[in-house]
């Protein structure tokens, strides 16, 4: 052998071992974590839908509701896409009249199958099928956001207002399934990322008092139904100055107790802090803080003991001189609580 083959074999030499190496510090290396690789290298080479590549709406989350406000394709048209390497199709729809827009779109392939529908009336519905088991989140109008997971044929329904209370309530192998569908077809929402940082502020919150006065909360509702104008007007503009955060105790409020007068000017509260523009970290956690229901799920928590416990004595802070005397075991059930007001 040469000296300059010599040579050669002992850079290979040493190339491989610098190779070993390197895979050994990321853990890939002598078949440890083969599985977790090839499967990010198969979500890799997943087939990126078209309605994400077009941009042709573009999602996001307003208020705890899915909307699209950027609409590029204002004009009907149908479009189907094929995929010989992949043996997969995808088809697009939308139908455009003045006043109306509807879209509706599908890839099917081996692996999986995505279905998305929205129109402005506020239905939006997307749903992910991976063999017999599948995950659905649907939207209509201003009526809870449901989300079905079906999984070995068993199906399991959540629902709230919100969609960060949807995904909340949800256990985590489920909520992964939700989030996972979201970021195929609308990654735009960045949600994963939103609850996440969401939910570390409200646990910082948990730890300490609640910031609201519930008693003197109660006082100014009952200030709504006086019979001198001045002194409703009064009670509504020290609701107002409470914030945003009113919201979310307003939203688990038992109107049927309250009188025409104290409901409307409460809902007109309510609207007058709807959020206009995206939803961010601070106006998550400002709609959550006073929020019972999200309170009454940190507090059945099965794994972290201190958030239960903080979580129970918020609970009781809101609920504090409820007329109804609500018990622990009431708290805490799965049904979300009404608050009494009067």
């Not at 190496?21 to 599985?35: E, K, M, N, P, R």
């Not at 099917?108 to 402005?120: G, S, V, W």
């Amino acid at each position: 052998m040469s000296t300059i083959d010599k040579a050669d074999v002992w850079i290979s030499f040493r190339l491989v071992g610098v190779i070993l190496a390197f895979q050994v510090c990321l853990g890939i290396g002598l078949g440890q974590d083969s599985t977790s690789v090839s499967a990010h290298v198969n979500s890799e080479s997943a087939i990126t839908p078209f309605i994400v590549k077009s941009a042709w709406l573009k999602f996001g989350v307003y208020d705890g509701r899915i909307m699209a406000k950027d609409i590029r394709r204002t004009q009907s048209r149908s479009l189907t896409l094929y995929h010989d390497e992949q043996e997969a199709k995808e088809h697009l729809v939308v139908r455009t009249i003045p006043g109306k827009y509807r879209l509706k779109y599908s890839l099917i392939a081996p692996e999986e199958t995505l279905e998305l529908e929205y129109d402005i009336n506020g239905v939006f519905s997307i749903r992910r099928k991976i063999g017999e088991d599948s995950v659905q989140l649907r939207q209509n109008g201003t009526d809870p956001i449901k989300v079905v997971v079906a999984r070995s044929g068993v199906y399991t329904e959540y629902s709230a207002q919100r969609l960060w209370l949807v995904l909340l309530s949800m256990s985590e192998l489920d909520r992964q399934a939700a989030i996972t569908l979201m970021e195929r077809l609308c990654p735009r929402t960045h949600v994963s990322l939103l609850l996440d940082e969401s939910l570390a502020g409200l646990r910082r919150l948990a730890l300490r008092p609640t910031q609201l006065d519930i008693t003197n909360v109660r006082l100014l509702v009952g200030m709504l139904d006086d019979e001198s104008f001045n002194v409703r007007q009064q009670a509504d503009r020290q609701l107002r100055s409470l914030g945003r955060p009113l919201v979310g105790l307003l939203e688990h409020v038992d109107y049927a107790e309250l009188s025409t007068e104290q409901r409307i000017r409460l809902r007109l509260i309510a609207k007058h802090f709807q959020v206009v523009q995206r939803d961010s970290v601070d106006t998550i956690v400002a709609t959550l803080k006073w929020n019972p229901q999200f309170w009454q799920m940190m507090a059945r928590l099965e794994t972290d003991q201190l958030m239960v416990v903080n979580a129970q004595r918020q609970l009781q802070q809101l609920t504090v001189g409820d007329a109804g005397g609500q018990a622990s075991e009431t708290l805490m059930a799965s049904e979300p609580i009404l608050l009494r007001l009067r």
